[in-house]
């Protein structure tokens, strides 16, 4: 499994701008030759938006937050600012690849695009399998993009806009059948809402009533609502999302743990040893071994 070298930060990769729409919203289609940006691909690394693959066919294995994907004919593959990706090895792949930013999805009149479940992505899912007539609908809205994308002028912005809100929805609707789950109640909103502020601030703020401040609610109430949503305390939310960064860092990086621990906003080094033992049962060097050992 591919690491950074003891020097090397994970980068953080962002759209260039590439004419009038390109810094916020990108289209690339994928003929079965290699850009030479994909080679930024095999080591570990995040992007800061939202990108969609589709595959017609070819590809290799990659991997999402220490998931790993073997890519699929007709598969639509999907992930959000932040997430920890690497590719094994290039491979011809042809498809389509579309990238765009929170400041695209912010320009939007629409405001409740970004809370669609593809972008929103409760149940953590990664691959969305195509139907027939998925596959046709899916490679009609992709040219029809790609046509806006080829063609500068005063009204690119809006029909970009008005082809992307269409294929999200229909690509919402197909996660909501493939990863189900119930319309949101008002609780369930709010606990939304206190994930993504966790997914925001995680590294600053480790305790409930720093996040029920950020809401404009009590702590208790907070605690209340989370807990009877999900089945978890609060603090359970806030620790988990730690520990999953911790272990990105630690399976991706040759960062020490105290330098693991800092980032995190932990004061002590020995006490985050404690605290990731507690939620995962191995020490932060027994995890890292034991992973190198199963991905070499």
Do not use: C
Not at 91 to 98: A, Y
């Amino acid at each position: 499994m591919p690491t950074l070298l003891l020097d090397q930060q994970i980068p953080i990769y962002s759209l260039e701008s590439q004419g009038a729409a390109g810094a916020f919203f990108q289209l690339n289609r994928a003929d079965g030759r290699q850009p030479a940006f994909r080679q930024n691909m095999l080591q570990p690394h995040r992007k800061d938006y939202y990108h969609l693959v589709y595959v017609q066919r070819g590809g290799s294995r990659h991997w999402v937050d220490m998931t790993p994907y073997e890519l699929k004919e007709n598969a639509l593959y999907f992930s959000a600012p932040g997430q920890l990706q690497l590719k094994e090895k290039l491979q011809p792949m042809w498809g389509v690849s579309l990238a765009f930013t929170r400041e695209f999805l912010a320009r939007q009149p629409n405001a409740a695009l970004a809370q669609l479940p593809l972008l929103l992505n409760p149940q953590n899912g990664h691959e969305l399998l195509l139907a027939p007539a998925d596959v046709a609908f899916v490679e009609d809205l992709l040219a029809r993009l790609e046509a806006e994308y080829q063609r500068p002028g005063e009204w690119q912005q809006a029909m970009l806009s008005a082809h992307l809100t269409v294929l999200l929805t229909y690509l919402s609707r197909l996660y909501t059948e493939q990863f189900p789950g119930d319309e949101p109640s008002a609780d369930q909103l709010l606990l939304r809402k206190y994930r993504t502020r966790i997914e925001e601030h995680f590294r600053e703020r480790h305790e409930v009533g720093a996040y029920a401040a950020l809401l404009h609610i009590s702590a208790g109430h907070l605690s209340e609502v989370v807990k009877a949503q999900s089945g978890k305390p609060a603090i359970a939310h806030i620790q988990e999302r730690l520990v999953l960064e911790a272990r990105r860092l630690l399976f991706h990086t040759p960062q020490s743990v105290k330098e693991i621990a800092y980032d995190l906003g932990f004061a002590d080094a020995s006490y985050f040893s404690r605290f990731f033992k507690r939620e995962t049962g191995l020490t932060p060097a027994e995890y890292r071994a034991s992973n190198r050992e199963m991905y070499p």
